[in-house]
């Protein structure tokens, strides 16, 4: 017989065991939930997904374009991957599934299309190298490789095109080399394709997106940067790995910006996307700096490192929810530096400051020794423009005191000669206007030209192309307006080209888009990405999917393309047009190659690589 406390102590027990019995049922239940991926967004990403008083960057109608594995490895081990940290696997899925309305494993896989050869040596021919054709970063074909006339662009028609496989983003500037072009993807994947047919000879799966154009060296070597901050050498003829670095552990740290090689050197910037994190209140910002690390381009050891916020970001303040405020921070490098052999310095042009104190070379074009990294001049054309996402957000918790306009320098800086001997630096920034700057004289401001009313992306966003005697600028100066889905793209605000003398910046002509304005939805005139010419012809795409090409004598259309459709494939993959953004075309052999589909903030998303050639 049991004694009293032995029946109180076996009745406890149970009590516990079967307490004990049903927490551990309903933690089953729980976990065997699938995870609820519309709630999970709503409390981890909307706050700065779904902004409502500006446009939208990336908000749920972009995201739903995209494929559920891009979002995943964004999530996972791309350029969302703070963010994603906090999400067990699962989680990401469910979030993916929920944006995309797509299973994963339902988009199709590349196919197959591999060239007969894939082991073709590369051969000579005409090229478009790098971001810019040319180590003054020029944008402008010589005629001897373009072997494409004024005459001929009207008869320009599709020759093939190229799905980018479970891929949301076309942003990458197509390289045109040895019968070959080389791209970039926003999900990892470069490729080297045929110039003439489109079958793949290699690909590569890189540790993020890359949207840097490939620099291919005269040992058939390939570089690049891509969205986790490392450089990468690749056997240009086989895609073989050579080496790979790091170039900043910072947890948002990217590379936008086309690495640069000159005589055994490649020059890398880089830049971040920490002004957006902290667009969470909770985000302790900022401690960013940009950089130009220099690299043995045979090995990918480090050479010298020049940050463009020399001091390291500190404790300036704490919130009253406790939050620290980290400064001075920003002065990224989203472009390609500029070659000047004869003076042997780099140009690069940098971004804003994240957050006080303001500092001295953010929103400037910087003069690099080549041997050292040693800054020999700098000219910031505007002071304590330190601005971050959270300047968007009610409260703005993040946002410097006296935010700036956030004006960066996103084109690449372009080394010209003028007609009597004379260099200069052009310079565009997002204020909408064009600099020129006198290198003999550490940047003494020669002239500058107001084009655009300029903005976060507004203004001169990717970059003009030069001649010797005229630039060639596309302005981006999207606006904004309330639809049925909140704010999206003003369909009549927005867009131009202006030809502009580089001896004197006087304008010579003006291309500006129909009144009417674009008809597709959420489209926007804009012209953001970068300007490519040519003799007697100038391209430029626009965010609507245009893509067009300008007499570059008066500015009059020459062809127009629209890109706003499906296509099919060479590698069998659904691919369709959208915004033309960030990179330009590239033109070599009579052939002009161009991605359509940015899809990067309020842009349409696509997702394919486009052929043009004369029949």
Not at 277 to 291: E, K, L, N, V
Not at 606 to 612: C, M, R
């Amino acid at each position: 017989m049991m004694t009293k406390t032995a029946k109180l102590t076996a009745n406890f027990c149970c009590q516990a065991f079967l307490a004990a019995s049903l927490l551990l049922s309903n933690a089953l239940c729980v976990q065997a939930a699938p995870p609820n991926g519309q709630a999970l967004y709503q409390s981890h990403c909307a706050r700065c997904h779904e902004m409502t008083d500006t446009p939208p960057f990336m908000n749920q109608h972009v995201l739903k374009s995209m494929a559920p594995e891009n979002i995943v490895t964004a999530l996972t081990s791309g350029q969302m991957r703070s963010q994603g940290a906090g999400l067990k696997p699962a989680e990401r899925v469910a979030v993916a599934e929920f944006l995309t309305g797509q299973r994963i494993g339902q988009f199709p896989p590349a196919g197959a299309n591999r060239c007969a050869d894939p082991a073709a040596k590369l051969f000579g021919g005409p090229s478009w190298n790098g971001w810019g054709v040319d180590l003054s970063n020029s944008r402008f074909q010589p005629a001897d490789a373009s072997r494409l006339s004024a005459e001929q662009v009207p008869k320009l028609k599709l020759k093939w095109a190229f799905g980018f496989p479970a891929a949301f983003s076309a942003y990458a500037q197509p390289v045109v080399a040895g019968g070959r072009v080389f791209i970039g993807s926003a999900a990892g994947l470069v490729y080297s394709l045929d110039a003439a047919t489109g079958c793949t000879y290699w690909s590569f799966q890189a540790d993020g997106g890359v949207r840097t154009a490939i620099t291919i060296g005269p040992d058939n070597i390939a570089y690049f940067g891509d969205l986790r901050g490392e450089a990468y050498a690749l056997d240009a003829t086989t895609g073989k790995l050579l080496w790979k670095k790091l170039l900043d552990p910072h947890p948002v740290a990217r590379i936008t910006g086309s690495p640069k090689l000159f005589q055994g050197r490649l020059y890398v910037p880089v830049s971040s996307r920490e002004e957006w994190a902290a667009a969470d209140p909770a985000y302790q910002c900022c401690t960013f700096r940009g950089s130009v690390v220099a690299l043995d381009a045979k090995t990918g050891k480090e050479l010298w490192r020049t940050y463009t916020v020399k001091e390291r970001a500190h404790v300036v303040e704490t919130t009253k929810e406790g939050v620290q405020i980290f400064g001075p921070s920003g002065g990224a490098i989203w472009s390609s530096p500029a070659i000047d052999p004869k003076r042997k310095v780099l140009y690069v042009g940098t971004g804003d400051g994240y957050t006080k104190p303001s500092t001295p070379l953010t929103d400037a074009i910087l003069a690099l020794d080549l041997a050292t990294g040693k800054i020999t001049w700098a000219r910031q054309v505007l002071p304590q423009d330190d601005w971050n996402s959270s300047c968007f957000q009610p409260g703005n918790k993040n946002c410097p005191k006296d935010a700036g306009p956030d004006h960066d320098f996103g084109s690449s800086p372009i080394l010209r000669t003028l007609p009597d001997g004379r260099n200069v630096v052009l310079a565009a920034q997002k204020s909408g206007v064009i600099y020129a700057l006198d290198p003999d004289a550490k940047g003494k401001i020669l002239w500058q030209t107001r084009l655009g009313k300029g903005g976060v992306l507004g203004g001169i966003q990717w970059g003009p192309a030069a001649d010797n005697q005229t630039a060639y600028v596309a302005i981006s100066d999207v606006g904004a307006a309330a639809g049925p889905e909140g704010i999206q793209p003003d369909p009549k605000v927005g867009g131009g080209l202006f030809a502009i003398q580089i001896g004197t910046g006087k304008k010579l002509w003006s291309a500006l888009p129909s009144e009417e304005g674009c008809h597709t939805p959420r489209c926007s005139p804009g012209q953001s990405a970068a300007v490519t010419a040519t003799p007697g012809v100038v391209f430029s795409g626009s965010l609507d999917g245009h893509f067009r090409a300008y007499s570059s004598q008066d500015g009059r259309v020459l062809w127009d393309y629209d890109t706003l459709r499906e296509f099919p494939t060479v590698n069998q993959v659904p691919a369709k047009g959208g915004a033309l953004d960030g990179a330009g075309p590239a033109v070599a052999g009579g052939m002009v190659f161009v991605n359509s589909g940015y899809g990067h903030n309020y842009e349409i998303p696509g997702n394919v690589l486009l052929a043009f050639g004369v029949e």
